[in-house]
């Protein structure tokens, strides 16, 4: 294990604390422990970071706004642009450390790096293209037009479903447009955040912008709510549960900050009449397996046409029976296990609650008595308006319920307090078009023919209701990193007034 480690720039005690580029090694806040999910052995230790680290970090990440947003946006993106080469050339390593602290299969975390690299690429693209408007003034000899500007410091918190690649959908966009980055990881997958940090600070320390990127691991409660409601943080960019997301935006919006949110998602997908099976079960399991279940676009409910129903389940039990559970890092294994053992109880509560619900386990349901924070994959029939299926429990345990019309699939997809990822597979055009349109899917995503998780970065991601509304990656979520300003340029003699007011200006200016 530790030539991995060495490669990433890691040792068995790792600082979690940096500051323009500067590692800190305060261990009076003590020690947290990175382990491997699968067998529950320590990969390292982390010192976490402390409050006195945090105020020098954010007047450091302040102090290199001021700098940093005056470096011309193409130059900014050529730094981006040199980032990607490092990740490029770390992917391999970073992807087995992810395998191995988060318990995600190697292939999967091979996609989150190479997610990296892609928001990094249209990051590099984006940075020439931080478009404004002009229009027509009503005023004589006036020029009207929008412009945006770097907001500031942005404060980013990420979950450990996916270490690395949301904190780079965030920061790479923010860099481009000029701001400075705080990062506050999920303890679960420090070590994930601290080799990433390393990885990129590496590059831009060479290139002379060693303060644009900060990392903050505390373990106190305090520290954080310090982070969240600090006036220096300009946008808060939260990625977690619903829960935490509203704490999290009360705060933020207490003193007018920024929130961007992106938290608990309940997904369904729908498998018409006339879909095509073969085409629908892989994405089924990839959404409702892949990650055990740990994504936030995450298929939790499977409404399935009663005409295909018992056809479409059988399939799946006999697909379900041939998963393979076990070392995320074998080519073999389709499933690695939980996060931790929190998680594993969670899943355990999820299927007591279920059966006492009435409910009726199709295949699986049970956590596996072997090393590690192992589950079987679960199928339940369900119904819509339980308790358990209305909310989302972060486990490979799959809901599946018939339906009679698209009318009442639709219905029931949207009857859930989240909106974030949604799908239809069908042969139908008029269905599609219909789920697609204003009266059908009332999530932030909405696929046809494909499954519920699996986002490119060229789209905008996020959804509706709980799920917080905000938006990453592609499209125009540049913005949310960015202050609008309207300017209006006089090159005239005169100063008409909009609107046509006549104001006694010569009089009152005698």
């Known amino acids: 294990m530790y030539p991995l ?25 003590g020690m947290l422990e990175s382990l491997n999910p699968a067998n529950g052995q320590r990969l390292a230790s982390i010192i976490p970071g402390t409050p006195a680290e945090y105020e020098r970090m954010a007047d450091a990440a302040v102090n290199t706004f001021e700098t940093w947003r005056n470096v011309p946006a193409p130059k900014r993106g050529e730094a981006v642009r040199q980032i990607a080469d490092n990740l490029r050339l770390h992917k391999d390593t970073l992807a087995t450390l992810i395998a191995l602290e988060t318990g995600k299969i190697k292939t999967e975390a091979e996609g989150e790096v190479q997610e990296m690299i892609d928001i990094a690429d249209f990051a590099v693209g984006q940075s020439r293209m931080l478009y404004g408007k002009s229009m027509h003034s009503e005023r ?27 904190w780079a959908w965030n920061a790479f966009i923010a860099a481009i447009a000029g701001d400075t980055v705080i990062w506050k990881p999920s303890p679960k997958a420090c070590l994930c955040a601290v080799a990433a940090q390393k990885i990129c600070n590496h590059t831009l320390s060479r ?18 709510d310090r982070f969240v409601e600090d006036p220096r943080i300009a946008l808060v960019s939260f990625t977690g549960s619903s829960a935490i997301g509203r704490r999290v935006a009360m705060k933020v919006a207490g003193r007018f900050g920024r929130c961007l949110l992106e938290l608990s998602g309940n997904n369904a997908l729908i498998v018409d009449q006339d879909a095509d099976l073969n085409l629908a079960i ?40 041939r998963q393979t559970i ?8 389709s499933m690695g296990p939980l996060i931790d053992a929190g998680a594993a109880e969670q899943f355990q509560q999820a299927i007591d609650e279920i059966k006492r619900q009435g409910g009726e386990i199709l295949y699986g349901g049970r956590r596996l008595q072997r090393p590690g924070h192992f589950v079987e ?3 339940v029939r369900a119904e819509n308006h339980w308790d ?68 490119e970065v060229g789209g905008a991601f996020g959804g509706e209701k709980e799920t917080g509304g905000g938006r990453e990656a592609g499209s125009d979520a540049w913005k949310a990193y960015m202050r609008r300003q ?25």
Not at 13 to 27: E, F, K, P, R, T
């Open 5 to 29: 480690l060495k490669s990433l720039g890691l040792d068995e005690v790792n600082a979690s604390s940096c500051i323009a580029g500067q590692w800190l090694c305060d261990q009076s806040a």
């Open 140 to 166: 004589p000899q006036h020029r009207m037009y929008e412009q945006w500007l770097p907001l500031g410091v942005v404060g980013v918190v990420t979950a450990f479903n996916f270490p690395v690649a949301v």
């Open 207 to 224: 290139l002379g912008y060693p303060g644009v990127f900060s990392l903050f691991i505390p373990v106190d409660v305090t520290s954080v």
């Open 282 to 321: 892989p994405a089924i399991l990839f959404g409702a397996v892949g990650t055990a279940g740990q994504r936030c676009t995450t298929t939790r409910r499977l409404l399935i046409h009663e005409s295909a129903y018992k056809t479409l389940v059988d399939r799946l039990i006999d697909a379900y029976r």
């Open 326 to 333: 076990g070392d995320p890092l074998d080519a073999e294994v």
């Open 377 to 379: 994959p679960t199928l």
């Open 388 to 455: 358990i299926v209305r909310r989302e429990t972060f486990a490979p345990i799959l809901y599946v319920m018939p339906f009679k019309t698209l009318d009442q699939a639709i219905a029931l997809q949207n009857d859930v307090p989240q909106g974030l990822s949604s799908a239809l597979f069908t042969h139908d055009l008029g269905h599609a078009e219909q789920f697609l349109s204003a009266v059908g899917s009332d999530c932030g995503i909405a696929n046809i023919n494909i499954g519920t998780s699996g986002a």
């Open 486 to 510: 309207t300017n209006t340029i006089n090159w005239g003699s005169k100063l008409p007034l909009a609107q046509g007011i006549e104001y006694p200006v010569k009089r009152l200016c005698k």
